[in-house]
Protein backbone atom coordinates (compact mmCIF):
# COMPACT_ATOMS: atom_id res chain seq x y z
CA UNK A 1 0.00 0.00 0.00
CA UNK A 2 2.99 2.36 0.75
CA UNK A 3 4.48 1.78 -2.35
CA UNK A 4 1.40 2.48 -4.42
CA UNK A 5 0.54 5.56 -2.25
CA UNK A 6 4.13 6.49 -2.82
CA UNK A 7 3.59 5.70 -7.36
CA UNK A 8 -0.05 7.66 -7.43
CA UNK A 9 1.77 10.78 -5.27
CA UNK A 10 4.55 10.83 -8.01
CA UNK A 11 2.47 10.34 -10.70
CA UNK A 12 0.54 13.16 -9.56
CA UNK A 13 3.00 15.43 -9.20
CA UNK A 14 4.04 14.56 -12.81
CA UNK A 15 0.71 15.22 -13.96
CA UNK A 16 0.35 18.84 -12.19
CA UNK A 17 3.97 19.66 -13.26
CA UNK A 18 2.40 18.54 -17.44
CA UNK A 19 -0.42 20.72 -16.39
CA UNK A 20 1.58 23.81 -15.20
CA UNK A 21 3.87 23.73 -17.87
CA UNK A 22 1.08 23.39 -20.66
CA UNK A 23 -0.31 26.63 -18.90
CA UNK A 24 2.50 28.42 -19.28
CA UNK A 25 2.86 27.57 -23.03
CA UNK A 26 -0.54 28.72 -23.15
CA UNK A 27 0.16 31.87 -22.27
CA UNK A 28 3.28 32.68 -23.53
CA UNK A 29 1.32 31.70 -27.00
CA UNK A 30 -1.65 33.61 -26.17
CA UNK A 31 0.51 36.97 -25.35
CA UNK A 32 2.76 36.83 -28.10
CA UNK A 33 -0.38 36.43 -30.74
CA UNK A 34 -1.99 39.45 -28.32
CA UNK A 35 1.43 41.48 -29.53
CA UNK A 36 1.58 40.74 -32.89
CA UNK A 37 -2.50 41.88 -32.85
CA UNK A 38 -1.45 45.08 -31.72
CA UNK A 39 1.51 45.63 -33.80
CA UNK A 40 -1.05 45.11 -36.90
CA UNK A 41 -3.22 47.18 -35.08
CA UNK A 42 -1.58 50.48 -34.99
CA UNK A 43 -0.48 49.54 -39.25
CA UNK A 44 -4.00 49.30 -39.57
CA UNK A 45 -5.35 52.52 -38.04
CA UNK A 46 -2.37 54.20 -39.54
CA UNK A 47 -3.36 53.20 -42.90
CA UNK A 48 -7.07 53.96 -42.01
CA UNK A 49 -5.96 57.72 -41.64
CA UNK A 50 -4.06 57.88 -44.56
CA UNK A 51 -7.26 56.31 -46.37
CA UNK A 52 -9.16 59.25 -44.45
CA UNK A 53 -6.81 62.23 -46.02
CA UNK A 54 -7.00 60.74 -49.21
CA UNK A 55 -10.69 59.94 -49.46
CA UNK A 56 -11.00 63.77 -48.23
CA UNK A 57 -8.78 65.10 -51.11
CA UNK A 58 -10.85 63.17 -52.84
CA UNK A 59 -13.93 64.49 -52.06
CA UNK A 60 -12.26 68.08 -52.32
CA UNK A 61 -11.54 67.32 -56.23
CA UNK A 62 -14.92 66.17 -56.64
CA UNK A 63 -16.92 68.92 -55.13
CA UNK A 64 -14.47 71.09 -57.15
CA UNK A 65 -15.49 69.43 -60.32
CA UNK A 66 -19.08 69.60 -59.74
CA UNK A 67 -18.60 73.05 -58.94
CA UNK A 68 -17.55 73.53 -62.30
CA UNK A 69 -19.87 71.53 -63.89
CA UNK A 70 -17.62 68.56 -64.75
CA UNK A 71 -19.12 66.32 -62.26
CA UNK A 72 -22.68 65.82 -61.05
CA UNK A 73 -24.04 65.31 -57.52
CA UNK A 74 -23.84 61.63 -57.60
CA UNK A 75 -20.53 61.47 -58.21
CA UNK A 76 -20.47 64.01 -55.00
CA UNK A 77 -22.24 61.77 -53.10
CA UNK A 78 -20.41 58.94 -53.84
CA UNK A 79 -17.22 60.68 -52.74
CA UNK A 80 -18.92 61.14 -49.73
CA UNK A 81 -19.88 57.97 -48.99
CA UNK A 82 -16.56 56.54 -49.35
CA UNK A 83 -15.20 59.10 -46.60
CA UNK A 84 -18.31 57.95 -44.34
CA UNK A 85 -16.42 54.73 -44.86
CA UNK A 86 -13.19 55.31 -44.42
CA UNK A 87 -14.63 57.29 -41.25
CA UNK A 88 -16.06 53.96 -40.22
CA UNK A 89 -13.02 51.82 -40.96
CA UNK A 90 -10.86 53.77 -38.91
CA UNK A 91 -12.75 54.20 -35.65
CA UNK A 92 -13.39 50.46 -36.05
CA UNK A 93 -9.39 49.60 -36.46
CA UNK A 94 -9.07 52.19 -33.31
CA UNK A 95 -11.44 50.18 -31.17
CA UNK A 96 -9.52 46.81 -32.37
CA UNK A 97 -6.61 48.31 -31.29
CA UNK A 98 -7.95 49.25 -27.83
CA UNK A 99 -9.21 46.12 -27.16
CA UNK A 100 -6.43 43.79 -28.23
CA UNK A 101 -3.77 46.14 -26.15
CA UNK A 102 -6.38 45.54 -23.36
CA UNK A 103 -6.00 42.14 -23.91
CA UNK A 104 -2.23 42.23 -24.10
CA UNK A 105 -1.94 43.67 -20.97
CA UNK A 106 -4.30 41.36 -19.23
CA UNK A 107 -2.13 38.48 -20.51
CA UNK A 108 0.84 40.11 -19.40
CA UNK A 109 -0.56 40.66 -15.96
CA UNK A 110 0.09 44.38 -16.08
CA UNK A 111 -3.65 45.21 -16.61
CA UNK A 112 -4.79 48.09 -13.91
CA UNK A 113 -8.01 50.30 -13.72
CA UNK A 114 -5.82 53.33 -14.45
CA UNK A 115 -5.16 51.93 -18.16
CA UNK A 116 -8.58 51.27 -18.67
CA UNK A 117 -8.94 55.31 -17.53
CA UNK A 118 -5.79 56.28 -19.81
CA UNK A 119 -7.56 54.92 -22.67
CA UNK A 120 -11.19 56.37 -21.84
CA UNK A 121 -9.52 59.65 -21.76
CA UNK A 122 -7.50 58.38 -25.22
CA UNK A 123 -10.62 58.22 -26.66
CA UNK A 124 -12.56 60.78 -25.58
CA UNK A 125 -9.77 63.75 -26.19
CA UNK A 126 -8.80 62.17 -29.89
CA UNK A 127 -10.11 63.76 -32.42
CA UNK A 128 -13.79 63.21 -33.56
CA UNK A 129 -13.71 62.58 -37.59
CA UNK A 130 -15.96 64.39 -39.01
CA UNK A 131 -17.02 65.44 -42.53
CA UNK A 132 -16.61 69.22 -42.01
CA UNK A 133 -12.86 68.44 -40.68
CA UNK A 134 -10.59 68.78 -43.05
CA UNK A 135 -7.44 67.53 -41.44
CA UNK A 136 -7.48 64.51 -39.21
CA UNK A 137 -4.65 64.59 -36.94
CA UNK A 138 -3.79 61.89 -34.65
CA UNK A 139 -2.02 59.03 -35.34
CA UNK A 140 -2.27 55.71 -32.27
CA UNK A 141 0.42 56.74 -29.64
CA UNK A 142 -1.00 55.46 -26.30
Known amino acids: GISAGRRQAYEQYNAANYNAQATQRQVITGTRAQHIAVYTNVQTVNARHQNIISTRS??????????????????????????????????????????NVL???????????????????WLQASESVSLSDRSPATSVNP
Not at 70 to 93: E, F, G, H, S
Request: aromatic share 12%; charged share 25%; hydrophobic share 40%.
Open 103 to 121: KLKLNAGTLSPADIIYFNK
Open 58 to 99: ALDATEAGYEVGTRNIVDVLDAQRRLYAAMRDYTNARYDYVV
